[in-house]
Each structure stands twice: as structure tokens, then as C-alpha cells.
């Protein structure tokens, strides 16, 4: 079993449909939470950041993790065109420089 | 604002030819560099790790090394090519020593070996 387990989809959505995006993993140590966007071609890019559980929001975007069930999700709202793209969860524990521990990513299409 | 920098985009080699990938990053000082290999739907794999100039941690045994010769430049090489080696390559930086500092990706460089 994967330490962190993410849908490779592809998933295809209307534009202005809320997307759902989500990783579930089994290391208990795992405190700190990120998603990363990837555009074709191009490096991951940061989106979200979190520590422990909890919600965080940042415009458009809402990041949920859910430590008891060891499952994390990230919201999309009024999705766009733009937001098309793969998308990768990612998590470290919090000691020392353990490393990020990756999803292998959900590839999004959104629809005009 | 930092920014990190890779080079080259994309690179052809053939079998058995060297290779080096340049990375530096700009705009902060004493960071965690990172080189990792991005396999189509096999996530992200972590080659190599350092934490300061000349610190260098392997993390998958291969026919690849990096080096780390000035504080905010990180290397990597490889002598003789394998075909195995073709993917996607990009360098990270993180700073502090605990796990609350996310990871910032480079544009990655693409490297087919023929």
C-alpha cells in the first residue's frame, strides 16, 4: 500500500462546477499539508499550505484536512478553464527535514 | 521575492553521452535544495537532497549524482547516459530545518536519451 493514495482521474467538469479533489494516506505522522498545481510542461506550483487539521481558504480555493480519517480534499469553486491543470497532494511530518511524501496527481479538465 | 531558476528546458542526449542540469535559486540564502524525477503517472521521486554546500543525500541508488558547489546552485550529472534516465527533472528549494516549509518548484528540464 501507497503511503498516500490520490486518484489519477482524468476528471472532467463544467466550468462554474465546484471540483473536488482528494488524497487519502496512512502515515500518522504526517502533519503538514500541501497541494501543488502542475500545468503542462511546466513545474509544480504551490497552492495550499496547512498545518494539522482544519480548513483553510484562499479565494477560489478551500483546503480540508481531516486527520482523524487521515484523508485530505481540496475545494475548487467556480471552477474556470484556467484551472485545468494536474493536481498533487503533498505532505511531510514535522520533525527534522523528513521529506514531502507525494500523491502521483489528478489530472483536471474543466469544460467551457 | 525568491525565484529559482533551470536550465536547460529540454535537452536530447544519446546513450552513454553526460549530462549536466543546473539549478540556482535566487533571493534567499542557506536553502534546502531538492532534485527530483517526475514518471508519467509515477509521481514524484526524490534523487537527491542538500542542505548545505557540499552536503549531498542520496535518496534512490542510480546512475546519477549532484553536487552542491556554491550555496544557492545545485548540480546534476551524470557520466554515460542510460535510457532509463529519460524524464522530467526538477529542482526544488525549501529553507528551515522542520517541516514547515513547503517545497518550491523550477520550470523542470525534460530529457530524452536516445
Known amino acids: 500500500q501507497k503511503e498516500v493514495e490520490q486518484d489519477p482521474g482524468p476528471l472532467s467538469v463544467p466550468e462554474g462546477a465546484i471540483v473536488s479533489l482528494n488524497c487519502t494516506y496512512s502515515?500518522?505522522?504526517?502533519?503538514?499539508f500541501m497541494w501543488y498545481r502542475q500545468y503542462s510542461r511546466k513545474g509544480p506550483e504551490l497552492l495550499m499550505y496547512?498545518?494539522?487539521?482544519g480548513n483553510k481558504e484562499d479565494g477560489r480555493f478551500t483546503a480540508q484536512v481531516d486527520k482523524s480519517s487521515k484523508y485530505i480534499s481540496l475545494f475548487i469553486r467556480d471552477s474556470q478553464p484556467s484551472d485545468s491543470a494536474t493536481y498533487l497532494c503533498?505532505?511531510?511530518?514535522?520533525?527534522?527535514?523528513?521529506?514531502?511524501?507525494f500523491g502521483t496527481g489528478t489530472r483536471l479538465t474543466i469544460i467551457p | 521575492s525568491q525565484t529559482i531558476h533551470q536550465w536547460p528546458a529540454t535537452l536530447v542526449q544519446p546513450v552513454g553521452s553526460p549530462l549536466s542540469l543546473e539549478c540556482t535559486v535566487e533571493?534567499?540564502?542557506?536553502?534546502?535544495l531538492y532534485w527530483y524525477r517526475q514518471a508519467a503517472g509515477r509521481g514524484l521521486q526524490l534523487l537527491f537532497y542538500?542542505?548545505?554546500?557540499?552536503?549531498i543525500s542520496s535518496e534512490v541508488p542510480q546512475n546519477l549524482s549532484a553536487s552542491r558547489p556554491q550555496d544557492r546552485q545545485f548540480i546534476l550529472s551524470s557520466k554515460k547516459l542510460l535510457l532509463s534516465d529519460s524524464g522530467f527533472y526538477l529542482c526544488?528549494?525549501?529553507?528551515?530545518?522542520?517541516?514547515?516549509?513547503?517545497?518550491?518548484f523550477g520550470n523542470g528540464t525534460r530529457l530524452t536519451v536516445t
Open positions: 526544488a528549494w525549501s529553507v528551515g530545518q522542520k517541516g514547515n516549509s513547503p517545497l518550491h
Open positions: 502515515n500518522s505522522a504526517f502533519q503538514y
Open positions: 496547512t498545518y494539522s487539521s
Open positions: 503533498a505532505m511531510r511530518p514535522n520533525f527534522g527535514n523528513e521529506k514531502l511524501t
Open positions: 533571493g534567499t540564502s542557506n536553502p534546502n
Open positions: 542538500s542542505v548545505g554546500i557540499g552536503q
